[in-house]
Every structure is written in C-alpha cells, then in structure tokens.
C-alpha cells in the first residue's frame, strides 16, 4: 500500500472507531445482518426482511433501495449503498432505541475498503455471489474479491457475537475463498437454489437467480428458528423490490425496468425474459462513467445474443463524455446485427421509443437504473429521476420533458 492509501485508509479507520464511540456501539444491542455480493443484496435483504416481519420481529434495513426503522420507511437517496461518515451507527442506535431486534445492512466493496463495516458486531453475513465489478476502483477482480473476504475476515476476528453465522452461496465463484476467510467462533452455512427447487414455493419472483436469493433467507431464517409455514407464506407473498425486474405492464406488451448495470446481471435478466418467448426490445447503457470500462463492449454483445431490437442511451455519465460510452458499447455488437441498433443519448427519448415500436407479447426491457432516484451527469451534478415513472407518463400519452 502507497504512502498517500495508507493515510486514506488509517482516515476512514478512524472515522469509523470514532462514529462507533460517539454512538455508544449500538450493534451490541442488536442483530446486525450484514449482505455482501455482485448482485442480489438488496432482494436478499427484503425477503429476509419480509420472513422477520411475518415473525413478529421489529426490523430495520439500510440498502440501495431504502432506509427502514420498524414502521418508518424513506428511499435511499444518498446514491450510496453503504453510507459512511457515521450514518451507520446513528441508524443502528436509532434502530436500537425505536426497539427493533434485527438490523439488515448492505455491504460494499468500496464500503468495505473504507472501513464502514467496522466497529459493528455482526451477528449474521450472507454472501449472494461474485462476478467481476467496480475493477477499475479496485485494481484487479482478486482485490474486488479480496475486499469481500476482508469482511468475512474482520467479522469472524472483531464482532463480539458469539456465534457468528456466515451464509455462503456453494454455487458461486469462488465459495471456497470465502470459506477459508471465516476463522474464530464462527459456524458456516451452506446454500444453494437447488434447497429452494426442493421445496416447491410459490414465488412471484421469476428468474433462477431469485431462487438463490430466496434460498439466502430462508437459510438465515431457519438459523434463527422462525417456524416453516411463517417462512413459506412471507416468501409466497413478497411482491418483490422496486426496480428489480419490475414489470410496469404486462398486457399487451410487457414493460420491465431493472437495475442490471454488469455483464453478469444483464445476461441474467435477459434470459429470464427470453424465457418468456417474447421479442425483446432492449434500452440500456452503461452505467459509471470514468470506470468500468472493459465492460461496454461485454455488454453490447449480451444484448445483440438476446435482444430483437437495441436501443443504446445515456447512463449515469458523470464526467466522462456519454457518446463515447455509447459507441463502447457499441463496439461489441457484431457487424451483422448494426441495422437492428439505435442510439438515442436522450434516455426519456429512448424509452419513449422502445414503448411506442413494441407490439403484442413484445417485451420492452429498460436497464441500469432500476428504482434509482437521480441521473449523475458532470460536474457533480444530478437530475431527478424516476424511470418507471417516466414508463407510465409515455403510457398514458402524458407529456414527458424531453
């Protein structure tokens, strides 16, 4: 580590052990579930969520989605999955004092490097899966992975919980590595979505990869003894989360937004929805300008495999120009494929398009923001936004700013 990271690293070690003294240590007074993963952390969270709800446990959640104590509930609109500079431990003595017995956080990689997940005693950790990500800010995919186990590491070593339970997906990359990350008195557990297959629940959720997340939950719930009909209705009955294959309609032709913004997840929403047999019309772009780069022309390919009809739009720019990022993107998709591709840089404009060219048992699919409430341009700067608000508008001929 460079002289200039090290101090950058010891400042937010500080700022976290300081937070937690300020706080008074709140999480030895409740159960912390930290979820960490590529993908899935915030559906994980909910159903969990759910199941401890239907249980009569008072809960509170913090993810990308929302911020939740007992019954008050707000979107998370910092555009930060993990929030740091103390807010952490003030949502954990808020959740204390409001009497909520579980707290269910999302953790980051970045939130990780940054220490925000120290000085917190975790009782629980769930890892949902490993694909390549954020490789730019970290250097390389060992280092992203390397952060992930470090939380395993830190928790297994400084949580004061006893016992602590690591829920680890046996299907996903590198299981193994998160295994020998787990030291100290610690007891792991195994998951997988074959557990949920077996059991033949009636999820609304659609998608193999819902399966893994469900099988998450209902591993931690049965760890902390919630009775199996409790568990089986909350899941049966979770509607599911906000801008995660979110269907705005499904007749005559289906309208989903979803917050797929890697190769990864992308493939996995278009297949789902392939599955379905419909034509699909893709609107995507590539979120985080200024990183992630060698995923563009990844994510170009994915959807001349999958989709019917491209349409390639802004997204999340931030300084970097948003043509370039488009013609990226662009660079993946096959010669052959070119005529069936538009490039609309205005997004509204964009999905207004896809809208009006879908026909009968089409499905017109809106990627990368999902239920995100602002678009980050340059300069720091930040636009309102509210995708599927925008879908209903193009629907019912209202006018949209363009």
Same mark, same amino acid.
């Given at each position: ?223 902390? !003894?919630? +009775?199996? %009909?409790? @568990?089986? &209705?909350? $899941? /049966?009955?979770?509607?599911? #989360? ?76 931030? !300084?970097? +120009?948003? %043509?370039? @990022?488009? &013609?990226? $993107? /662009?660079?993946?998709?096959? #010669? ?67």
């Amino acid at each position: 580590m460079c002289g200039m990271e090290f101090f950058r690293s010891l400042y937010h070690y500080f700022l976290a052990r300081l937070g937690s003294f300020i706080y008074g240590r709140p999480s030895r007074d409740i159960f912390v579930i930290g979820v960490t993963g590529t993908k899935g952390k915030s559906t994980v969270i909910e159903i969990i969520n759910a199941i401890l709800e239907a249980a009569g446990k008072k809960t509170a959640l913090l993810s990308s989605v929302r911020q939740k104590i007992d019954d008050a509930s707000c979107l998370n609109m910092s555009g930060m999955s993990m929030p740091g500079r103390f807010f952490i431990q003030r949502f954990l003595k808020e959740s204390v004092q409001d009497g909520c017995e579980y707290a269910i956080i999302e953790v980051t990689s970045q939130g990780i490097l940054q220490h925000r997940h120290r000085f917190i005693d975790f009782g629980g950790f769930v890892i949902t899966n490993l694909e390549p990500e954020h490789i730019e800010a970290h250097g390389s995919f060992e280092k992203y992975r390397a952060s992930k186990a470090k939380f395993f590491n830190d928790a297994a070593l400084y949580s004061e919980k006893i016992p602590k339970l690591f829920f680890i997906n046996s299907d996903m990359r590198d299981s193994r590595y998160f295994v020998d990350a787990v030291q100290g008195n610690s007891k792991i557990v195994f998951y997988n979505k074959k557990d949920v297959m077996e059991l033949k629940i009636k999820t609304k959720l659609i998608g193999e990869f819902n399966l893994e997340n469900i099988a998450a939950a209902i591993a931690f719930a049965r760890s902390r !003894n919630i +009775d199996w %009909e409790t @568990i089986k &209705n909350a $899941i /049966e009955l979770f509607n599911g #989360v906000p801008g995660r294959l979110e269907f705005i309609q499904k007749i005559p032709f289906s309208i989903v937004i979803d917050y797929a913004h890697t190769p990864d997840s992308l493939e996995k929403v278009y297949k789902t929805l392939k599955n379905r047999k419909s034509k699909l019309i893709c609107v995507l772009g590539s979120a985080g300008g200024g990183r992630d780069a060698w995923k563009r022309p990844v994510m170009g390919k994915l959807a001349a495999d999958y989709c019917g009809q491209i349409i390639l739009t802004n997204e999340d720019p931030f !300084n970097e +120009d948003p %043509e370039n @990022i488009i &013609n990226e $993107i /662009e660079s993946g998709i096959p #010669v052959d494929y070119k005529n069936k591709v538009k490039i609309i840089l205005d997004r509204k404009e964009a999905i207004k398009t896809a809208i009006k060219s879908a026909k009968k048992n089409d499905t017109v699919v809106i990627t990368g923001k999902g239920s995100e409430p602002y678009m980050r341009i340059s300069g720091g700067k930040k636009i309102s936004w509210n995708e599927k608000e925008i879908a209903l508008k193009i629907l019912n001929n209202e006018r949209i700013e363009i």
